[in-house]
T-cell receptor, first 114, second 112 residues
Framework: KQEVTQIPAALSVPEGENLVLNCSFT??????LQWFRQDPGKGLTSLLL?????REQTSGRLNASLDKSSGRSTLYIAASQPGDSATYLC?????????????FGGGTRVLVKP | ETGVTQTPRHLVMGMTNKKSLKCEQH?????MYWYKQSAKKPLELMFV???????ENNSVPSRFSPECPNSSHLFLHLHTLQPEDSALYLC???????????FGSGTRLTVV
């Protein structure tokens, strides 16, 4: 059974610092890994999608890496801003998962202080 | 309209009521999903309709009943719910199996 873990569970940084969020998964047989952002009480916004054959994806200040063999992904957010405050979720789509379901981590709650 | 649209955004219902949540996707995807998000818990998959195959999570109580009349619409029918069913219910779609998911804004359900 695929398990996804995100460390740390919460993170507080001053504005301008770089953010590093970690995600690990137990079964490397995946189609892809996706990072999402969730604001309180809202739905999920997709940030980056990394296919299993890729090592990283970049979008603006965001960069996500994937090491499938070790079961790890890291999301980097450069020069953090108060608007980056949210919960960040990673999820993997397992090859063996029925219905192509996503398995989610518990999330990292980020607070960027002005 | 594009993306994944969920209605209603908020719903308060009594334990004896019957209600339905609606989800519509305008992305041409071939799979749709219902997820439940409770306070301080990871998102839990409830139901999947993928390539016309329905896949259930066997731990979902029968008081939740999904319906997928076509590839663009998904419903979650609710009846005789319990207060612990109060949660954020999220719908998503994808072009299975290799594309990422797109989520709707969710329905905040409160059972009183």
């Amino acid at each position: 059974k695929q398990e996804v873990t995100q460390i740390p569970a919460a993170l507080s940084v001053p504005e301008g610092e770089n953010l590093v969020l970690n995600c690990s998964f137990t079964d490397s047989a995946i189609y892809n890994l996706q990072w999402f952002r969730q604001d309180p009480g809202k739905g999920l916004t997709s940030l980056l999608l990394i296919q299993s054959s890729q090592r990283e994806q970049t979008s603006g200040r965001l960069n996500a890496s994937l090491d499938k063999s070790s079961g790890r992904s890291t999301l980097y957010i450069a020069a953090s801003q108060p608007g980056d405050s949210a919960t960040y979720l990673c999820a993997v789509q397992g090859i063996k998962a029925a219905g192509n379901k996503l398995t989610f981590g518990g999330g990292t709650r980020v607070l960027v202080k002005p | 309209e594009t993306g994944v649209t969920q209605t209603p955004r908020h719903l308060v219902m009594g334990m004896t009521n019957k209600k339905s949540l609606k989800c519509e996707q305008h992305l041409g995807h071939n799979a749709m999903y219902w997820y439940k998000q409770s306070a301080k818990k990871p998102l839990e998959l409830m139901f999947v309709y993928s390539l016309e195959e329905r896949v259930e999570n066997n731990s979902v109580p029968s008081r939740f009943s999904p319906e997928c009349p076509n590839s663009s619409h998904l419903f979650l029918h609710l009846h005789t719910l319990q207060p612990e069913d109060s949660a954020l219910y999220l719908c998503a779609s994808s072009q299975a199996p290799l594309r990422g998911y797109t989520f709707g804004s969710g329905t905040r359900l409160t059972v009183v």
